[in-house]
């Protein structure tokens, strides 16, 4: 199995891409802390460690819970930041308050958790951070504009921590994800054609990919996974 024995982090790990993300990081062998700002489930699976409750945008207590997860798994080899969220938001008919927003939560989280983890991916030698970026994040549409900024911010964010971090034994890389096919996402566009869209489960294997030992000569890589969009 491609992630045996690895500790992983996942943000955002109670969502629709998240948690099929655990799911996959388990079925590849890892153990996983799943990190979210909703309550942690009542029960999971043994091998994972539920941290809910947490506001990952605040330095303070995205390092309580990357601390948190690094003592119940031992130590921390991969983080894969997937907290975030979208808004369809005209600049002319919206708020100035929905940039800052999704600058928060898309990026400041992934800022935030990554901080906290890089003193821990170091001492595993082999660390990993996956971020989840988006294919509007290289051309924006018209309401697009807040939400693809934030995501353009976390692709310079992969970039430059890729460069340095690189001689210190971490990689990292975002996937560039079109539309996902989530039960929100059918319900927002009813007449599209989600054949076309990429599955979450099709998200999950290229990012346990990029979290394995195969991935290690991938750094600072911007990977679109579009589906047929």
Do not use: C
Request: proline share 3%.
């Amino acid at each position: 199995m491609e992630l045996q024995g690895k500790r992983i982090a996942v943000t955002g790990a109670f969502g629709a891409l998240g948690a099929v993300m655990v799911e996959g990081a388990i079925a590849a062998g890892a153990r996983v802390a799943a990190i979210d700002r909703a309550a942690a489930p009542a029960s999971g699976a043994g091998n994972v460690t539920a941290i809910g409750g947490v506001d990952l945008a605040d330095a303070a207590a995205a390092k309580t819970a990357i601390d948190a997860a690094v003592k119940a798994l031992g130590g921390l080899d991969g983080l894969v930041n997937i907290a975030g969220m979208f808004r369809w938001e005209t600049l002319a008919e919206g708020s100035a308050d929905t940039w800052d927003l999704l600058y928060r939560v898309n990026l400041r989280t992934a800022v935030a958790a990554s901080k906290a983890a890089i003193p821990h991916l170091i001492s595993s030698g082999a660390g990993r951070i996956v971020n989840i970026s988006a294919a509007g994040s290289i051309k924006a549409g018209a309401g697009m504009g807040a939400y693809a900024a934030s995501k353009s911010g976390v692709a310079r964010l992969t970039e430059a921590l890729a460069e340095e971090l690189k001689d210190r034994g971490i990689t990292v890389n975002a996937i560039l994800p079109s539309t996902i096919d989530t039960a929100a996402n059918r319900a927002d566009m009813p007449k599209a054609d989600f054949s076309r869209w990429v599955t979450p489960a099709q998200l999950s294997d290229v990012i346990v990919f990029l979290l394995s030992d195969r991935a290690s000569a991938v750094t600072g890589a911007l990977l679109p996974v579009m589906g047929r969009v």
